[in-house]
């Protein structure tokens, strides 16, 4: 054998140890990444896991939390709607304002006479009309929910009740007395689903019912005379070319509004 | 030529009868009352049967003769309020009770006072039990007050203090009133009137901070405690004094002007302009986050207010889109009202066509601004200036020297210069109303006027072929009487040789005053 060959000389054997040891610091450096990797993922998990599940249709294990994002969307959509519709999903007797039908509460054909209600129960027409609106949802979100836990194993029994919807004080409230039971290892059971909004909407139709008040005895209402006692409360009135006006009641604080037409005394 | 007063009244009123259906745009007699019509309304009477929807009820008659139209009052029974002129289909279809009485009839639909905690509110019995269900309080009914603003001055505000009492062993306090403190059910309670948290011989471990708050329904700014408890009205000047910390007192730092943006004093007024809210970039305050907010339209720009002025809260001025230079009502133009509430200027048309126009006062240093009707109509049956020009009764102005002449047939003859027999002048409308004049030229008929110019030509100037000389009436010939016949012609409304609100001029200007003079 000739010298260096076969053999390891001596440069070789320090430029191989050298090289062996960069590539064991190599080695731990990718070793202590991972690590730090995997101890990451165990805490994201643990943190974003209730989240986790329910972006991944995991399952949730609390029913009530699941209607109530099931139906959060739509039950905000149908509130936003009749809000600028004057209190009906699909508006019969309306005039176009700003690319939405405006349902009028008060109205006469005639010039100089005094209107007529057209819905003198705003709050209660309301109230149905979101129902209406958010039935077929609150359904399929039941559905959804029990298909879900009857994968997971879970004996489902579901009592359905009546679904309700309240307008109250600085809040919009959809209640649904629908009995829930599930039955694994244990029973859970839930008597009742609700859902609360954030809105101002209960105060915005009294007001305006205060002002189909003063439209059908006077012809007009005082806008001034509402922003004065409610300081956060802006009315607006809009005149339109047949003598129609629309008002818009604006919460100033939330951005919450309800608007509607009258024509009364049209001159 | 002469003319009757009486019949000339009669035919003004059968014109201006006419020019109201103009205005209307609708013949006057509806003939069926329906349920509801076509296009979804309830209880309109309409020109045809065919605009009724055929599946409710419609009968050729005025609605308030039909049991199905019959106006009355819808009773909420669950909100205990009650809307008068409600027909009953309209009541019922939402389960409201209906009743054929009016609403001051009605023993459900009376008002009283009702008193929920602090508050009060002049409404029915039913409402008061029900708000009171909903705010979760006891509420007191008083019959015996019938007028709203004795209602609400009424309001007692309940004295608060200290309601102290101990928690995990600590002993703690909440700001309340003594009935709240009582029924709290907490232990070791003991109330404390007139006294804040933060009195040191209370004991409690609530301590005052430099800290703000706002308080629902109140427009002040008030100090904070450790406990979140309000304390009293800031003052940046007392929040080291131990006294301010100790009892309720009101504020002394008031500059009787709401204090607007005031870095040392939270005694805000919603009246005179300003609330509690929190300070934005630009506002700042000695202590704490919230200030005294500026409710003034301190941004508005327009022609209206001079520069460096702007209009107060609550303050409402009136407005005009005519385009500044131009005359008031014109064609296109109306009648604005401003209002500027809680810094925000809106703008309130008065009416289409200026069938309103605005009004305004400031002799109080503060402005106020009414639309009310253009009481233009009756101008045209005055005959005298005294009748006329009354204010209190209508929008008119006297014309001297022209009147409207009819003639023995009572036939409309123009506009005629006053002689000793006839009206010395003619009333006519202050405010031109507006109207569709591209659809009908309605009362602009009344603003033609004839002038028979006489000439004269002697038979020498015959045969010198020289022009005829007028001799009566040569006044018509010139600028003035044309002018003054325009100007006639533009009060009764949107009538004339003028321009339109945005200065563009009418398309037949040129043709004010066609003369027909003899041949030479």
Same mark, same amino acid.
């Given at each position: 054998?000739?010298?260096?060959?076969? @053999?390891?000389?001596?440069?070789?054997?320090?430029?191989?140890?050298?090289?062996?040891?960069?590539?064991?610091?190599?080695?731990?450096?990718?070793?202590?990444?991972?690590?730090?990797?995997?101890?990451?993922?165990?805490?994201?998990?643990?943190?974003?896991?209730?989240?986790?599940?329910?972006?991944?249709?995991?399952?949730?294990?609390?029913?009530?939390?699941?209607?109530?994002?099931?139906?959060?969307?739509?039950?905000?959509?149908?509130?936003?709607?009749?809000?600028?519709?004057?209190?009906?999903?699909?508006?019969? %007797?309306?005039?176009?304002?700003?690319?939405?039908?405006?349902?009028?509460?008060?109205?006469?054909?005639?010039?100089?006479?005094?209107?007529?209600?057209?819905?003198?129960?705003?709050?209660?027409?309301?109230?149905?009309?979101?129902?209406?609106?958010?039935?077929?949802?609150?359904?399929?979100?039941?559905?959804?929910?029990?298909?879900?836990?009857?994968?997971?194993?879970?004996? /489902?029994?579901?009592?359905?009740?009546?679904?309700?919807?309240?307008?109250?004080?600085?809040?919009?409230?959809?209640?649904?007395?629908?009995?829930?039971?599930?039955?694994?290892?244990?029973?859970?059971?839930?008597?009742?689903?609700?859902?609360?909004?954030?809105?101002?909407?209960?105060?915005?139709?009294?007001?305006?019912?205060?002002?189909?008040?003063?439209?059908?005895?006077?012809?007009?209402?005082?806008?001034?005379?509402?922003?004065?006692?409610?300081?956060?409360?802006?009315?607006? @009135?809009?005149?339109?070319?047949?003598?129609?006006?629309?008002?818009?009641?604006?919460?100033?604080?939330?951005?919450?509004?309800?608007?509607?037409?009258?024509?009364?005394?049209?001159? | 030529?002469?003319?009757?007063?009486?019949?000339?009244?009669?035919?003004?009123?059968?014109?201006?009868?006419?020019?109201?259906?103009?205005?209307?745009?609708?013949?006057?007699?509806?003939? /069926?009352?329906?349920?509801?019509?076509?296009?979804?309304?309830?209880?309109?009477?309409?020109?045809?049967?065919?605009?009724?929807?055929?599946?409710?009820?419609?009968?050729?008659?005025?609605?308030?003769?039909? !049991?199905?139209?019959?106006?009355?009052?819808?009773?909420?029974?669950?909100?205990?309020?009650?809307?008068?002129?409600?027909?009953?289909?309209?009541?019922?279809?939402?389960?409201?009770?209906?009743?054929?009485?009016?609403?001051?009839?009605?023993?459900?639909?009376?008002?009283?006072?009702?008193?929920?905690?602090?508050?009060?509110?002049?409404?029915? %019995?039913?409402?008061?039990?029900?708000?009171?269900?909903?705010?979760?309080?006891?509420?007191?009914?008083?019959?015996?007050?019938?007028?709203?603003?004795?209602?609400?001055?009424?309001?007692?505000?309940?004295?608060?203090?200290?309601?102290?009492?101990?928690?995990?062993?600590?002993?703690?306090?909440?700001?309340?009133?003594?009935?709240?403190?009582?029924?709290?059910?907490? !232990?070791?309670?003991?109330?404390?009137?007139?006294?804040?948290?933060?009195?040191?011989?209370?004991?409690?471990?609530?301590?005052?901070?430099?800290?703000?708050?706002?308080?629902?329904?109140?427009?002040?700014?008030?100090?904070?405690?450790?406990?979140?408890?309000?304390?009293?009205?800031?003052?940046?000047?007392?929040?080291?004094?131990?006294?301010?910390?100790?009892?309720?007192?009101?504020?002394?730092?008031?500059?009787?002007?709401?204090?607007?943006?005031?870095?040392?004093?939270?005694?805000?007024?919603?009246?005179?302009?300003?609330?509690?809210?929190?300070?934005?970039?630009?506002?700042?305050?000695?202590?704490?986050?919230?200030?005294?907010?500026?409710?003034?339209?301190?941004?508005?720009?327009?022609?209206? /207010?001079?520069?460096?002025?702007?209009?107060?809260?609550?303050?409402?001025?009136?407005?005009?889109?005519?385009?500044?230079?131009?005359?008031?009502?014109?064609?296109? !133009?109306?009648?604005?009202?401003?209002?500027?509430?809680?810094?925000?200027?809106?703008?309130?048309?008065?009416?289409?066509?200026?069938? @309103?126009?605005?009004?305004?006062?400031?002799?109080?240093?503060?402005?106020?601004?009414?639309?009310?009707?253009?009481?233009?109509?009756?101008?045209?049956?005055?005959?005298?200036?005294?009748?006329?020009?009354?204010?209190?009764?209508?929008?008119?102005?006297?014309?001297?020297?022209?009147?409207?002449?009819?003639?023995?047939?009572?036939?409309?003859?123009?506009?005629?210069?006053?002689?000793?027999?006839?009206?010395?002048?003619?009333?006519?409308?202050?405010?031109?109303?507006?109207?569709?004049?591209?659809?009908?030229?309605?009362?602009?008929?009344?603003?033609?006027?004839?002038?028979?110019?006489?000439?004269?030509?002697?038979?020498?100037?015959?045969?010198?072929?020289?022009?005829?000389?007028?001799?009566?009436?040569?006044?018509?010939?010139?600028?003035?009487?044309?002018?003054?016949?325009?100007?006639?012609?533009?009060?009764?409304?949107?009538?004339?040789?003028?321009?339109?609100?945005?200065?563009?001029?009418?398309?037949?200007?040129?043709?004010?005053?066609?003369?027909?003079?003899?041949?030479?």
């Amino acid at each position: 054998m000739k010298s260096g060959e076969g @053999k390891l000389g001596k440069k070789d054997a320090v430029a191989s140890t050298i090289f062996l040891k960069k590539n064991r610091r190599g080695q731990v450096t990718i070793f202590i990444i991972i690590a730090i990797m995997i101890v990451a993922l165990g805490l994201l998990v643990y943190f974003m896991y209730p989240k986790l599940k329910t972006t991944l249709g995991i399952g949730t294990k609390d029913p009530v939390g699941y209607i109530q994002s099931c139906v959060e969307d739509d039950i905000k959509e149908a509130t936003e709607t009749v809000s600028l519709q004057g209190g009906s999903i699909s508006p019969e %007797h309306y005039i176009l304002y700003d690319d939405a039908k405006v349902e009028y509460l008060c109205y006469t054909n005639e010039y100089y006479k005094l209107c007529t209600v057209q819905q003198a129960m705003l709050k209660q027409h309301i109230e149905s009309e979101i129902k209406n609106k958010i039935n077929q949802k609150v359904d399929s979100c039941f559905n959804s929910l029990k298909e879900d836990y009857e994968k997971r194993g879970y004996n /489902f029994q579901l009592k359905t009740g009546t679904k309700k919807v309240e307008l109250l004080p600085k809040r919009v409230i959809a209640t649904f007395d629908y009995s829930l039971t599930l039955t694994k290892e244990n029973t859970e059971k839930y008597t009742s689903f609700n859902f609360i909004l954030d809105n101002n909407l209960y105060e915005l139709v009294a007001i305006a019912e205060s002002i189909v008040e003063s439209e059908t005895l006077q012809g007009d209402a005082e806008t001034t005379l509402y922003m004065a006692y409610y300081p956060d409360l802006k009315v607006e @009135k809009k005149i339109k070319e047949d003598g129609t006006k629309i008002y818009i009641l604006t919460d100033r604080n939330k951005g919450n509004k309800f608007q509607f037409a009258s024509r009364s005394n049209a001159f | 030529m002469h003319f009757k007063m009486a019949e000339k009244k009669i035919y003004a009123f059968c014109i201006f009868f006419m020019f109201l259906i103009f205005l209307t745009g609708i013949v006057s007699a509806a003939f /069926f009352c329906c349920e509801k019509t076509k296009g979804g309304a309830w209880c309109q009477s309409m020109g045809s049967e065919s605009d009724c929807d055929p599946n409710y009820g419609r009968v050729q008659t005025s609605c308030d003769a039909t !049991s199905y139209c019959r106006l009355g009052t819808c009773i909420n029974q669950q909100e205990g309020n009650c809307m008068p002129n409600t027909p009953q289909k309209v009541c019922e279809e939402d389960r409201g009770f209906w009743s054929d009485k009016k609403r001051d009839d009605l023993p459900q639909c009376q008002l009283g006072c009702c008193l929920i905690g602090e508050q009060a509110a002049f409404v029915t %019995h039913v409402a008061c039990n029900r708000l009171g269900s909903l705010y979760g309080t006891n509420v007191s009914y008083r019959t015996n007050i019938k007028d709203e603003l004795q209602c609400l001055a009424s309001a007692t505000s309940y004295e608060k203090g200290a309601c102290v009492y101990e928690e995990d062993y600590v002993r703690t306090c909440k700001l309340t009133t003594q009935k709240a403190c009582q029924d709290s059910g907490l !232990s070791k309670v003991e109330f404390h009137k007139g006294y804040l948290c933060t009195a040191v011989e209370l004991g409690t471990n609530c301590a005052p901070t430099e800290k703000t708050k706002c308080v629902e329904n109140k427009d002040e700014v008030y100090f904070i405690d450790t406990c979140n408890n309000i304390g009293n009205v800031y003052d940046s000047s007392k929040v080291k004094d131990v006294a301010y910390w100790t009892k309720i007192q009101e504020p002394t730092c008031s500059d009787n002007a709401g204090n607007k943006n005031s870095r040392s004093c939270g005694d805000c007024d919603y009246y005179a302009g300003s609330i509690c809210k929190g300070k934005k970039i630009g506002e700042s305050t000695d202590y704490g986050d919230y200030i005294c907010k500026n409710l003034d339209c301190t941004e508005y720009k327009g022609a209206d /207010f001079d520069l460096g002025s702007y209009p107060r809260h609550g303050e409402t001025w009136c407005a005009t889109d005519t385009k500044s230079g131009q005359a008031n009502n014109l064609p296109g !133009s109306s009648y604005y009202r401003m209002v500027c509430y809680n810094g925000e200027v809106t703008i309130e048309q008065c009416d289409v066509f200026r069938q @309103k126009i605005c009004i305004e006062n400031n002799s109080l240093g503060f402005g106020i601004a009414n639309c009310r009707p253009n009481l233009y109509l009756d101008c045209f049956g005055q005959n005298n200036s005294d009748d006329c020009l009354l204010r209190e009764e209508r929008d008119c102005q006297w014309i001297k020297d022209y009147y409207f002449y009819y003639d023995a047939a009572g036939t409309f003859g123009g506009i005629q210069k006053s002689n000793s027999s006839s009206p010395a002048g003619m009333c006519v409308p202050l405010n031109a109303p507006g109207m569709a004049f591209w659809n009908e030229g309605g009362i602009c008929v009344l603003g033609s006027a004839q002038c028979i110019v006489k000439y004269e030509r002697g038979l020498i100037d015959k045969w010198g072929k020289k022009p005829w000389k007028p001799i009566e009436n040569k006044e018509c010939l010139e600028a003035a009487w044309a002018n003054k016949m325009n100007d006639i012609c533009m009060s009764l409304g949107d009538c004339g040789s003028k321009v339109n609100y945005i200065g563009q001029e009418g398309y037949k200007n040129k043709d004010v005053v066609k003369t027909q003079a003899p041949e030479v």
